[in-house]
């Protein structure tokens, strides 16, 4: 494998294989960029036009494109279509435009995209690993080209978004997040691998649908299931090494918590709907706290929804609390409430609680309705994470209005249509008061002659860098302390000039200098906890990771 810093000649020899081949390889394909030189030397005269332009106007021309087209989807497939053409034009294009084209090839239109995915489906952009593959599961995976893997990001579909089963149309999950991954954080395309382990779906939509591309069974569950995704775990570490970081993404509530613990002490393995969303939530908290006063353990948290989530963000809030205090964490959780659909989590309820929500369970009456559970508690911050579309309604808001004078509301769930409010209600509803944050997102909004630019809480400013801090020091473990280092460093980034429009979030036109300080601080812990294995430790650890960092400029072949 090729050290991490390893810098190419610009200059690169490739194979005399045949132009038409050569145009046909995403990889090196570049176009009409090719130069008269490179056309005659790769036997390219001929099967392009004569005009030669550079790799900057054919991304104008490209971005023209994408915005002649006014449904989303459409921009999603061109985009896709894009990257098995041309690759680093596609990551280019992403990098140059990351603002407008994130919710193309990310949330909120990649659930689109998913529940169409049979559809669409053009060429395979990872693997399948399938139940029929129980027992030759190494050899799946043996069947994928690369083999300097670094990180894999792997669903069951079972949970896409707030969009419930989709089976192996959830492939778009993976490889929108791994696109993300190289654009976002630098991590080499090459070295990325989207999985999918199709167990069957309980989406009768799906197996009723002639274009449907997976399983036509039920779900397996069980032993049937765990013996799979532990097959496949084994499969991965014997191929490519204990350092290649796996990310279970959109697995189910049931499933996502017993793996993580489960693999956790074995496997470098990273949940992000669980530890990713609630290190970016903990970032705005914490940038929040420069807007509205006081420390993270003078504010009183009640979230709406107690799935990975809602726990994982009350968990790790728990823990900052507890690491700024010293106190112990059990009483750091005691400032932390949360509603499922059965009402507010209390003690009398401890029987019935499946094991994740315990540590939530405080000595209380209990209450069933969110309102009447702000009016008890009368939190300072309340955090949607339920899936539950316009949950927060207008007495809700106005609720937490009537006793803050600063309502921080954020309301995280995704897609836009499963937002608990909008951005528009939350300010409408507070006068304009609301320190307001979404998982997609909303348009800016005027209130009171003041345009409010709200925040996005989206993982995206966190997993590509913390995934390129765990491949640069060669972590072998993540530690809940590498997500505390990463929120902090995230929450530094935002400036007064971001408050003053209204986001307590950094544009993400500095998203590639973020990530490269994130990467750092999460290496710089790894190198702390005596987790990483890339010895010896780089002195400049952000220089280092910009320096690994995959930059999609076109190459001059000779």
Same mark, same amino acid.
């Given at each position: 494998?090729?050290?991490?810093t390893?810098?190419?000649?610009?200059k690169?020899?490739l194979?005399?294989?045949?132009?038409?081949?050569?145009?046909?390889?995403p990889?090196?394909n570049?176009? *009409?960029?090719?130069?008269?030189?490179?056309?005659?030397?790769?036997?390219?005269? =001929?099967?392009? &036009? $004569? /005009?030669?332009?550079?790799?900057?106007?054919?991304?104008?021309? #490209?971005?023209?494109?994408?915005?002649?087209?006014?449904?989303?989807?459409?921009?999603?497939v061109?985009?896709?279509?894009?990257?098995?053409?041309?690759?680093?034009?596609?990551?280019?294009?992403?990098? %140059?435009?990351?603002?407008?084209?994130?919710?193309?090839?990310?949330? $909120?239109? !990649?659930?689109?995209?998913?529940?169409?995915?049979?559809?669409?489906?053009?060429?395979?952009?990872?693997?399948?690993?399938?139940?029929?593959?129980?027992?030759?599961?190494?050899?799946?995976?043996?069947? @994928?080209?690369?083999r300097?893997?670094?990180?894999?990001?792997?669903?069951d /579909?079972?949970?896409?978004?707030?969009?419930?089963?989709?089976?192996?149309?959830?492939?778009?999950? &993976?490889?929108?997040?791994?696109?993300l991954?190289?654009?976002?954080?630098?991590?080499?395309p090459?070295?990325?691998l989207?999985?999918?382990?199709?167990?069957?779906?309980?989406?009768?939509?799906?197996?009723?649908?002639?274009?449907?591309?997976?399983?036509?069974?039920?779900r397996?569950?069980?032993?049937?299931?765990?013996?799979?995704?532990?097959?496949?775990?084994?499969?991965?570490?014997? #191929?490519? =090494?204990?350092?290649?970081?796996?990310?279970?993404?959109?697995?189910?509530?049931?499933?996502?918590?017993?793996?993580?613990?489960?693999?956790?002490?074995?496997?470098?393995?990273?949940?992000?709907?669980?530890?990713?969303?609630?290190?970016?939530?903990?970032?705005?908290?914490?940038?929040?706290?420069?807007?509205?006063g006081?420390?993270?353990?003078?504010?009183?948290?009640? +979230? *709406?929804?107690?799935?990975?989530?809602?726990?994982?963000?009350?968990?790790?809030?728990?823990?900052?609390?507890?690491?700024?205090?010293?106190?112990?964490?059990?009483?750091?959780?005691?400032?932390? +409430?949360?509603?499922?659909?059965?009402?507010l989590?209390?003690?009398?309820?401890?029987?019935s609680?499946?094991?994740?929500?315990?540590? @939530?369970?405080h000595?209380?009456? $209990?209450?069933?309705?969110?309102?009447?559970?702000?009016?008890? #508690?009368? &939190?300072?911050?309340?955090?949607g994470?339920?899936?539950? /579309?316009?949950?927060?309604?207008?007495?809700?808001?106005?609720?937490?209005?009537?006793?803050?004078?600063?309502?921080?509301? +954020?309301?995280?769930?995704n897609?836009?249509?499963?937002?608990?409010?909008?951005?528009?209600?939350?300010?409408? @509803?507070?006068?304009?008061?609301?320190?307001?944050?979404?998982?997609?997102?909303?348009d800016?909004?005027?209130?009171?002659?003041k345009?409010r630019?709200?925040g996005?809480?989206?993982?995206?400013?966190?997993?590509?860098?913390?995934?390129?801090? !765990?491949?640069?020091?060669?972590?072998?473990?993540?530690h809940?302390?590498m997500?505390?280092?990463?929120?902090?460093?995230?929450?530094?980034?935002?400036t007064?000039?971001? +408050? %003053?429009?209204?986001?307590i979030? &950094?544009?993400?036109?500095?998203?590639?200098?973020?990530?490269?300080? #994130?990467?750092?601080?999460?290496?710089?812990?790894?190198?702390?906890?005596?987790?990483?294995?890339?010895?010896?430790?780089?002195?400049?650890?952000?220089?280092?990771?910009?320096?690994?960092?995959?930059?999609?400029?076109?190459r001059?072949?000779?």
């Amino acid at each position: 494998p090729l050290p991490l810093t390893a810098k190419f000649d610009c200059k690169l020899i490739l194979n005399r294989q045949p132009g038409y081949t050569l145009l046909r390889d995403p990889h090196h394909n570049k176009g *009409l960029a090719f130069t008269e030189r490179e056309r005659d030397a790769h036997y390219l005269r =001929g099967l392009l &036009p $004569p /005009g030669v332009v550079s790799q900057d106007l054919q991304v104008k021309k #490209i971005m023209h494109n994408l915005r002649q087209y006014k449904v989303p989807l459409q921009r999603y497939v061109a985009m896709m279509d894009l990257q098995e053409r041309n690759e680093r034009l596609f990551y280019k294009l992403l990098i %140059d435009n990351v603002e407008e084209l994130l919710p193309v090839v990310y949330t $909120p239109t !990649v659930g689109e995209a998913c529940q169409k995915y049979g559809s669409i489906f053009r060429r395979p952009q990872g693997l399948y690993v399938s139940l029929r593959d129980k027992g030759k599961v190494i050899d799946v995976l043996r069947n @994928w080209p690369e083999r300097n893997i670094q990180v894999i990001v792997v669903t069951d /579909g079972e949970r896409i978004l707030g969009l419930g089963d989709l089976g192996c149309q959830g492939m778009g999950i &993976p490889v929108g997040k791994l696109s993300l991954y190289t654009a976002l954080g630098g991590v080499r395309p090459s070295a990325c691998l989207p999985i999918t382990i199709d167990v069957g779906t309980n989406n009768e939509q799906l197996l009723n649908d002639e274009f449907y591309i997976g399983l036509r069974q039920r779900r397996a569950t069980g032993e049937e299931y765990h013996e799979l995704m532990e097959e496949f775990m084994d499969a991965v570490k014997q #191929i490519y =090494g204990e350092k290649v970081l796996i990310q279970f993404e959109d697995f189910a509530n049931h499933n996502a918590f017993d793996l993580l613990a489960k693999y956790s002490k074995s496997h470098l393995v990273f949940n992000d709907d669980i530890q990713g969303t609630a290190s970016v939530v903990l970032a705005g908290l914490l940038s929040s706290l420069k807007v509205v006063g006081g420390t993270l353990a003078e504010h009183t948290y009640l +979230f *709406l929804g107690a799935g990975e989530a809602g726990t994982g963000i009350a968990e790790l809030i728990a823990l900052e609390i507890s690491k700024q205090t010293n106190a112990p964490i059990e009483e750091c959780r005691k400032k932390v +409430f949360l509603v499922d659909s059965k009402g507010l989590i209390v003690s009398s309820r401890k029987n019935s609680l499946q094991p994740f929500k315990t540590s @939530w369970a405080h000595e209380r009456e $209990p209450v069933t309705t969110l309102l009447d559970a702000i009016k008890s #508690i009368r &939190p300072t911050v309340l955090i949607g994470t339920s899936g539950v /579309g316009r949950a927060f309604t207008k007495e809700v808001i106005e609720a937490m209005a009537s006793f803050n004078e600063r309502p921080v509301i +954020f309301s995280l769930s995704n897609p836009t249509s499963h937002s608990e409010c909008t951005a528009e209600e939350a300010y409408k @509803w507070t006068q304009g008061r609301a320190v307001f944050a979404s998982g997609s997102p909303f348009d800016p909004v005027e209130y009171d002659g003041k345009i409010r630019v709200p925040g996005q809480a989206n993982n995206a400013y966190i997993f590509p860098g913390f995934g390129l801090g !765990v491949v640069i020091s060669g972590a072998i473990r993540v530690h809940e302390d590498m997500l505390l280092a990463a929120s902090e460093t995230l929450a530094a980034q935002a400036t007064q000039e971001n +408050f %003053d429009k209204g986001s307590i979030f &950094p544009p993400f036109t500095n998203i590639r200098k973020i990530s490269a300080l #994130i990467a750092a601080s999460v290496a710089a812990k790894a190198y702390e906890l005596g987790l990483a294995t890339r010895l010896p430790r780089p002195r400049d650890l952000e220089k280092y990771a910009e320096s690994c960092m995959y930059t999609p400029v076109y190459r001059s072949y000779r």
